[in-house]
């Protein structure tokens, strides 16, 4: 495709506005507005752009495409720091590429003398990212259809491969595992291990270091690539635009898009595009001081949106202030922050993370993960900006020594801001250039939820059942405060006219980008996902949740509750919950009670406090003795549901339960692994665990 004449006014606005970025803008005084339609065009150009993966490599003159198949960002990340390294080690021409973004048909068609990557994240249960799933069933199928006769059809390519996933679930990086399984079987030619990060065993950065370096090796030789020296080459440009002030209508405050921005947002609702839903109400339901757990009810009436009983919502949340004004300052941004930007990819295949024209605060509040853990990757690049000789040989040292980072880093939970703080010991980060921090923070991601109520007693009403995420850690002065949960704890509070609310709380900007938000709203989008009573009501079923792992589950016992009251006639229904203390963390004891008054004996609540007695009392302890019960249902066909935690929990109640098919059914206990095994690729057993 040839440059249209916005493309040339844009690249001569980069032009000009990196050299107003290197020269602060003193060189140059804007007198007509060229970059109002940048965002828009880049937009726009991605409607109309190239599916066809051979032209866009050789329009931008790429020879090595990364792809990823990413949910929560963390592979479309990785995805970025490979095509990055690659430049900057190996002066590779490399591109980030979105699967969803590229047809797969002439994969045979790419020669021999480039490379292709895959970075590929597992989700759930071993299934591919909503991103890849096309190309997931294209390449895994009997035999894909490429354009050219190759024999083998792949024979020409050659790849890498990093998979994502956790060890804690059944199908451990089965994404990765099958592309490969898949791509050897059609011919390609491997180049380094295909590497796989753990989320479970909460390695995923170690995995990739470690996985990276032996993997270059094998590219720069089996490519004849020459190592050079790696210098610090900006992706993105920051233009300063003084003719804007942030009350400027075409200025983006926190709107994660246009529609947001012009205040006529419409659906469809997804993970590009949030509905602003009001919270209709929201309680607490632990009745401690020192833990919160949140119920709210988010009104989707306004909306076009559904969901069934089962579903996820994903909550955007927004960066507490406090954690803004750190991140602000360190990068000593602070006298800035309300300055207007725009931010343009210095290459045509980098990607804006977020829209442009905004203000830094904006950036830092609304689109970027700054209270995430540390990449070590990223503090080795920082380094080089350090603001003196000490902090400098100590960012190398956490850069290149795992133990040392970690025994520093991970154990404090410190994010990057505090991290800088104690290494430079307050001195402010000056020559960090902007672009390296939007490259090496990944983008604010939103969280998901089970939803905790039922779409047939309330289609447009979704509710959701969230611990709040605070941990003391020994040596640190504040408490670990997780994002999105203190988000809505601060939500929750306002709306309620709490007296004594949360200090950090209070630092929320609650009120969203020109107070769009003021009446407590909260962004959200659904996901539907296959989590599903079974659709013959009078089929028994068994739920094991513990803790919020209770969320769905009230939503699966309301449902049949509405189904009696229709009239309906609905199986055996048991639900396995537990948490510390009946007079603590016991959520919705009320509603169980009223359910057992409509559902009567076809309703039983096991329950597991694991610190009230003499012994800790799990779940797991009380499926066991309920050992002959539970087997007979199954022989009923019953569905087995199992939601929450997914390290611990839901390993040891697989595990549990093979031991009561074993014991109950008198067979080995690798043969009950086996039922489970199939009953789990019946979708008699399912699993919603995080
Ligand atoms: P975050 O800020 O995201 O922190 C979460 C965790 O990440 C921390 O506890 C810590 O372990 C780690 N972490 C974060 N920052 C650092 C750092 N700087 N250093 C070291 N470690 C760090 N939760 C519910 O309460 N109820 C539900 O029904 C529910 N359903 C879910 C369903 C699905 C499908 C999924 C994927 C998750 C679900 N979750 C649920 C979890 C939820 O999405 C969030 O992860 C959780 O609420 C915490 O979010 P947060 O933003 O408050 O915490």
């Known amino acids: 495709a040839e440059l249209d004449t916005l493309d040339i006014i844009v690249l001569a606005a980069i032009l000009l506005g990196t050299v107003a970025y290197f020269t602060k803008g003193k060189l140059w005084g804007v007198t007509k507005d060229p970059y109002a339609n940048s965002f828009a065009a880049a937009n726009g150009a991605r409607a109309g752009k190239t599916r066809n993966i051979i032209e866009k490599m050789e329009e931008s003159g790429k020879n090595c495409i990364i792809f990823y198949g990413s949910q929560t960002g963390t592979a479309e990340d990785y995805a970025s720091r490979l095509a990055k390294e690659g430049k900057s080690r190996f002066g590779l021409e490399t591109m980030v590429a979105d699967l969803e973004d590229y047809d797969y048909e002439n994969l045979d068609a790419i020669p021999s003398d480039k490379v292709?990557?895959?970075?590929?994240?597992?989700?759930?249960?071993?299934?591919?990212?909503?991103?890849?799933?096309?190309?997931?069933?294209?390449?895994?199928?009997?035999?894909?259809?490429?354009?050219?006769?190759?024999?083998?059809?792949?024979?020409?390519?050659?790849?890498?491969a990093f998979g994502l996933g956790n060890n804690t679930y059944e199908h451990y990086n089965s994404m990765v595992r099958n592309v490969n399984k898949a791509l050897q079987k059609l011919g390609a030619h491997r180049i380094g291990e295909a590497g796989e990060g753990d989320d479970g065993a909460g390695t995923m950065e170690e995995d990739f270091l470690a996985w990276k370096d032996p993997m270059w090796k094998a590219l720069a030789e089996k490519m004849g690539l020459e190592e050079r020296e790696a210098v610090y080459e900006p992706v993105f440009g920051i233009v300063e635009r003084d003719n804007l002030t942030p009350d400027a209508p075409e200025v983006y405050l926190g709107e994660p898009n246009k529609m947001h921005l012009d205040g006529t947002p419409k659906g469809p609702f997804n993970a590009h595009n949030p509905y602003i839903a009001p919270i209709q109400k929201s309680y607490e339901l632990f009745s401690v001081k020192d833990r919160n757990c949140l119920h709210m009810e988010i009104d989707i009436s306004g909306s076009n949106m559904s969901y069934q009983t089962g579903d996820h919502i994903a909550v955007w949340p927004t960066n507490a202030g406090e954690e803004v004004d750190r991140f602000l300052d360190i990068f000593d941004l602070t006298g800035k922050r309300h300055n207007v930007i725009s931010v343009k990819a210095l290459e045509p295949t980098a990607k804006v993370p977020f829209p442009t024209p905004?203000?830094?605060?904006?950036?830092?509040?609304?689109?970027?993960?700054?209270?995430?853990?540390?990449?070590?990757?990223?503090?080795?690049?920082?380094?080089?900006?350090?603001?003196?000789?000490?902090?400098?040989?100590?960012?190398?040292?956490?850069?290149?020594?795992?133990?040392?980072?970690?025994?520093?880093?991970?154990?404090?939970?410190?994010?990057?801001?505090?991290?800088?703080?104690?290494?430079?010991?307050?001195?402010?980060?000056?020559?960090?250039?902007?672009?390296?921090?939007?490259?090496?923070?990944?983008?604010?991601?939103?969280?998901?939820?089970?939803?905790?109520?039922?779409?047939?007693?309330?289609?447009?009403?979704?509710?959701?059942?969230?611990?709040?995420?605070?941990?003391?850690?020994?040596?640190?002065?504040?408490?670990?405060?997780?994002?999105?949960?203190?988000?809505?704890?601060?939500?929750?509070?306002?709306?309620?006219?709490?007296?004594?609310?949360?200090?950090?709380?209070?630092?929320?900007?609650?009120?969203?980008?020109?107070?769009?938000?003021?009446?407590?709203?909260?962004?959200?989008?659904?996901?539907?996902?296959?989590?599903?009573?079974?659709?013959?009501?009078?089929k028994p079923v068994i739920m094991v949740g513990p803790g919020t792992g209770v969320a769905p589950f009230r939503g699966f016992v309301r449902e049949r509750k509405k189904m009696v009251e229709n009239g309906q006639a609905v199986g055996k229904t048991i639900l396995f919950f537990g948490c510390r203390k009946s007079t603590e963390d016991f959520m919705y004891e009320r509603e169980w009670e009223e359910a057992k008054q409509v559902l009567g004996d076809q309703f039983e609540l096991v329950l597991a406090f694991s610190r009230e007695g003499p012994k800790k009392v799990y779940v797991q302890h009380r499926l066991k003795e309920r050992a002959k019960e539970i087997n007979e249902l199954l022989q009923q066909k019953a569905y087995f549901y199992v939601c929450g935690d997914a390290a611990n929990m839901a390993r040891e109640v697989n595990a549990v339960l093979a031991q009561i098919l074993s014991s109950e059914r008198s067979i080995s206990e690798e043969r009950a692994e086996e039922i489970v095994k199939q009953m789990r690729a019946a979708n008699q057993y399912q699993e919603d665990v995080w």
Not at 139 to 153: A, G, K, R, V
């Open 116 to 160: 292709v990557m895959f970075v590929l994240a597992t989700y759930g249960e071993g299934e591919p990212t909503d991103n890849a799933v096309d190309f997931y069933e294209f390449i895994t199928s009997e035999s894909p259809s490429f354009s050219l006769d190759n024999d083998p059809p792949l024979g020409n390519l050659n790849y890498v």
């Open 358 to 538: 905004t203000t830094y605060d904006a950036i830092v509040r609304y689109h970027m993960e700054i209270c995430a853990p540390v990449s070590r990757q990223f503090i080795a690049t920082l380094a080089a900006f350090a603001p003196d000789e000490e902090s400098k040989a100590e960012m190398t040292k956490l850069g290149s020594d795992k133990d040392y980072f970690h025994s520093k880093v991970n154990v404090q939970y410190l994010n990057i801001a505090r991290l800088l703080a104690i290494v430079s010991k307050g001195k402010k980060w000056t020559n960090v250039p902007f672009s390296a921090i939007i490259e090496g923070i990944t983008k604010l991601q939103p969280r998901y939820y089970s939803i905790s109520s039922s779409s047939l007693e309330q289609p447009k009403m979704i509710s959701i059942t969230a611990v709040v995420e605070t941990q003391e850690l020994p040596g640190r002065g504040d408490p670990f405060r997780g994002v999105a949960t203190n988000y809505l704890l601060a939500l929750k509070e306002k709306q309620n006219g709490d007296p004594n609310p949360s200090p950090f709380g209070l630092t929320y900007e609650i009120m969203g980008p020109r107070n769009k938000y003021d009446g407590i709203h909260v962004p959200v989008h659904v996901r539907h996902s296959n989590f599903k009573l079974p659709s013959d009501p009078t």
